[in-house]
């Protein structure tokens, strides 16, 4: 089977898949305790304008034609309207959803950069000062937890030394004329840096520890002393050679770690305050704004899904051992 | 004929939690221009090591204590790291004992092969190294449209003779052949040898065979070294060794092989294992499986003693002709040495 087939059936998978998680979450919040009602309805309303108020969620109609509406919804990717707020659930992740990538690629970025660098070298040089430093901080990186280090980080440089915002993702009162705005931006990054260096502190330990054991897995390979034999450069066989093979388990594993990465934004986002998607969707539950909720959950199911998709796909690419049978 | 490679007293160590092992110790050999060398040797006997030792790639634990490799007059272990990398591969190459693994999976053969090319000879155009692809593949006969192929899509055997390919690419004045044949099936066997013989007869290079299996030195080899727990026990010309040995080890090893025109040939084992490599024995590395050994060989290094061409390191070599070779066919005379009694004693016991 050639790679335009499998393609084929992955997205096909991928379909059913992506509908079972919408099943799912509907049923979710629909048995969860609580009333939607009771927190978008004014109680002082007549009984009247209450049942008009219900009939125009869609709250009074049975659970399959509420159901049946919700697909329909989920299939054009507009989640219908948010019962708090009345705007579309389609603009709300529009607005929030890129703060949370600002948020997340960014530590991402940084963390699997410096993560997979310092992998290579520590497996490079088995038994050194250097490969049992960078280990040990990545055990510390992988243990503490990150809203723990961000409050700590928060007290020292927030608090205490006073040079990182406390909260938030942009001061108050910053003018602005577009979103291209220098000034902005600059404002932007100096609220993101804090947030994005916990985090990615935290995600670099997975990288580095499985880069570090897939490089030694790969240098016990005979190819490599063959490599040696031939008279590469050092720097040839440590990056074109022993890294290149050793990336390959990584690639798995970072998609799927990107995927829960970008779920797993709510506490961080909590903590410094940002205004992400995470911190929303939390909020959303809490009011049981079924809508925004249902969105929400459902853009993240989806990121991670999509992302084993594209990780299926790299692999091909990077192993030409990988056959699409 | 002008000396190639000359290893002088060479000692190549390992570091263990135990003490530094002696894996090859005090070997002394050359090899001349055009001229294939055989090293023979069961497991362990050091022989591999030699071979990394001289290439440049031993593992990290491993180091040259003492001695000397000179290649074309010039040291090699004085060399620089960058210095000793630039000769590798131009000078001497290797087909290594897994070949069949030699090759990076993730590229192909082709890339492979050009890479090492255009290391070694920066500026060398891609229509140059992709000629050179194709003229090797011929030469070891695979198709050069496979060039473009990726290790795991060739048998075997194939890969093993994209290693030779790979191996012959920079034209080296030396190649180090590591147990060439041994991951192969006895067919695939005879081609690759039947493929280095074709290979001696087409290039240049001088080769050194590095096997325990008897038949492949003789079917390649001018010269044999035999090596017995990192020493050489004997060293001469093939049929000299394989004919008349000296050496009581040699003439064991002989008899653990079987013989085509005996057909009725009892194949004997030697009782024992080669010593210990962290603490040897400081006589005669050989005497507690020998069946003559001696006092004197288990305190005093043997000398060498030369008959013609034969270069062998025993204490009793000038009694072989008279007293041992009558007897070495018997079962009984490898009964009476000290391996053999301690196993017969465990034995006894066993059966109490």
């Known amino acids: 089977m050639g790679r335009a087939q499998f393609v084929v059936r992955r997205t096909l998978q991928l379909i059913v898949t992506l509908w079972a998680v919408a099943t799912a979450l ?61 705007r579309a659930v389609r603009d709300i992740i529009a607005l929030y959803l890129p703060r949370t990538l600002l948020l997340m690629l960014t530590a991402f970025f940084f963390a699997y950069l410096i993560g997979i660098t310092v992998g290579i070298i520590a497996g490079w040089r088995r038994n050194s000062d250097f490969e049992r430093r960078s280990v040990f901080i990545a055990l510390i990186a992988r243990s503490f937890p990150d809203f723990w280090v961000g409050l700590i980080v928060l007290w020292i440089f927030g608090a205490w030394l006073d040079v990182i915002p406390m909260s938030g993702m942009r001061s108050g009162g910053i003018q602005y004329d577009s979103y291209w705005n220098v000034e902005l931006w600059l404002d932007t990054i100096w609220h993101l840096i804090a947030p994005a260096a916990v985090l990615g502190f935290y995600l670099m330990g997975y990288p580095l520890l499985l880069m570090r054991n897939s490089m030694l897995e790969v240098l016990s390979q005979d190819f490599i002393e063959v490599c040696r034999a031939r008279g590469l450069k050092e720097r040839s066989i440590m990056f074109k050679h022993a890294a290149r093979n050793a990336l390959l388990p990584i690639v798995t594993a970072g998609a799927v770690a990107l ?67 | 004929m002008t000396t190639l490679l000359d290893v002088d007293d060479l000692e190549v160590y390992y570091e263990t939690e135990d003490g530094p ?90 890339e492979q092969i050009n890479e090492t090319i255009e290391t070694h000879r920066p500026g060398t155009d891609r229509v140059e190294s992709n000629r050179i692809v194709d003229e090797m593949f011929d030469l070891v006969g695979l198709d050069p449209d496979r060039a473009d192929e990726y290790p795991h899509q060739f048998s075997g ?37 039947n ?88 006589g005669c590395r050989f005497a507690e499986r020998c ?5 004197v060989c288990r305190t005093e290094y043997p000398p060498e003693m030369e008959f013609g061409e034969l270069r062998t390191y025993c204490h009793h070599a000038d009694e072989i002709d008279e007293e041992f070779r009558p007897v070495a066919d018997r079962a009984e005379t490898w009964e009476q040495t000290e391996a053999a009694e301690a196993k017969n004693a465990k034995a006894t016991e066993a059966t109490k």
């Open chain 2, 157 to 193: 055997g194939m890969r093993q003779r994209a290693m030779i390919a790979m191996a012959l690419s920079l034209d080296p004045s030396l190649i180090l052949a590591d147990e060439p044949t041994t991951a192969l099936d006895v067919i695939m066997q005879d081609q690759i040898l």
């Open chain 1, 26 to 86: 509907f049923l979710l919040f629909r048995s969860m305790p609580g009333d939607p009602t009771t927190y978008i309805v004014d109680p002082s309303l007549s009984g009247e304008a209450r049942e008009r108020l219900i009939e125009s969620y869609g709250l009074n109609e049975p659970l399959h034609v509420q159901y049946m509406i919700y697909i329909q919804d989920v299939a054009t990717l507009s989640f219908g309207q948010s019962f708090h707020s009345n």
């Open chain 1, 259 to 325: 995927g829960y990465a970008v779920g797993g934004s709510v506490l961080i986002e909590t903590v410094f305050g940002w205004p992400g998607m995470g911190r929303e969707m939390v909020n959303a539950v809490l009011r049981r704004d079924y809508p925004v909720a249902q969105g929400t959950f459902f853009i993240f199911a989806m990121t991670v899904i999509l992302l084993n998709f594209i990780a299926d796909l790299a692999y091909g690419f990077l192993d030409p051992r990988v056959t699409y049978d």
């Open chain 2, 291 to 295: 069946p003559l050994a001696t006092e």
């Open chain 2, 21 to 110: 092992a002696q894996a090859v110790d005090g070997v002394s050999f050359s090899v001349e221009e055009g001229e294939t060398l055989g090293i023979v040797g069961e497991s362990g006997c050091g022989k591999t090591t030699l071979a990394k030792a001289i290439i440049g790639i031993l593992p990290h634990n491993g180091y040259v204590n003492a001695g000397r490799i000179q290649f074309r007059g010039e040291n090699l272990t004085e060399l620089s790291d960058e210095q000793r990398r630039r000769r590798k591969w131009e000078e001497i190459s290797m087909i290594p004992q897994s070949a069949m693994n030699g090759l990076d999976p993730v590229y192909t053969i082709r």
């Open chain 2, 195 to 282: 493929r280095i013989e074709g290979m001696q007869d087409e290039v240049e290079s001088s080769m050194l065979v590095i096997t325990h299996d008897v038949s492949v030195v003789a079917e390649t080899c001018d010269r044999v070294i035999v090596m017995y727990a990192g020493q050489i026990a004997e060293e001469g010309p093939v049929e000299e060794i394989f004919g008349n040995p000296y050496h009581p080890y040699t003439i064991g090893l002989k008899r653990a092989f079987p013989d085509i025109r005996k057909s009725n040939q009892d194949l004997m084992s030697i009782a024992g294992h080669p010593p210990e490599l962290v603490d040897p024995p400081s």
